[in-house]
């Protein structure tokens, strides 16, 4: 039995990182319109408790991710923290939408900081696929 030295990478700190700061902006920058005057919501509520409920995950996979030692888990949990980027990315474009109104709050802020975050995970999350088959071609 080897003896593994726990390491934290750099990919470690910035997926959790990220996520933590994600869901944070969700919750207070990322906001989405409010209730209608009848108290109904609009799409872009729905929109935005679907990337919450993804950045959730997120962050803990990234809890895990940090957590672990073993190369092939990292490797797995990086795949599914690209994966549910991918998806959190897609939920304001494609999945669900927004709004109608290009000047409502879930157009400026939700959906900008939604792609962006997205985007900054999955790329973090891609970089650590590729370091981590590389620390497993070199065994």
């Given at each position: 039995?080897?003896?593994?030295?726990?390491?934290?990478?750099?990919?470690?700190?910035?997926?959790?990182?990220?996520?933590?700061?994600?869901?944070?902006?969700?919750?207070?920058?990322?906001?989405?319109?409010?209730?209608?005057?009848?108290?109904?919501?609009?799409?872009?509520q729905w929109?935005?408790?679907?990337?919450?409920?993804?950045?959730?995950?997120?962050?803990?996979?990234?809890?895990?991710?940090?957590?672990?030692?073993?190369?092939?888990?990292?490797?797995?949990?990086?795949?599914?923290?690209?994966?549910?980027?991918?998806?959190?990315?897609?939920?304001?474009?494609?999945?669900?939408?927004?709004?109608?109104?290009?000047t409502m709050?879930?157009?400026?802020?939700?959906?900008?900081?939604?792609?962006?975050?997205?985007?900054?995970?999955?790329?973090?999350?891609?970089?650590?696929?590729?370091?981590?088959?590389?620390?497993?071609?070199?065994?």
């Amino acid at each position: 039995m080897e003896n593994k030295k726990f390491k934290i990478n750099i990919t470690d700190v910035a997926l959790i990182v990220l996520s933590v700061v994600y869901l944070i902006l969700l919750f207070t920058v990322f906001t989405p319109c409010g209730p209608k005057d009848d108290g109904s919501f609009m799409k872009c509520q729905w929109t935005w408790r679907a990337v919450v409920a993804l950045s959730v995950n997120t962050v803990f996979l990234s809890l895990v991710h940090l957590l672990i030692k073993n190369s092939g888990v990292k490797i797995g949990l990086s795949i599914a923290a690209f994966g549910i980027a991918v998806t959190s990315a897609l939920i304001p474009y494609k999945i669900i939408g927004l709004c109608m109104m290009d000047t409502m709050r879930c157009h400026t802020h939700t959906k900008a900081g939604v792609y962006v975050f997205s985007i900054l995970i999955a790329v973090f999350a891609l970089i650590d696929i590729v370091v981590g088959i590389n620390k497993l071609r070199k065994k």
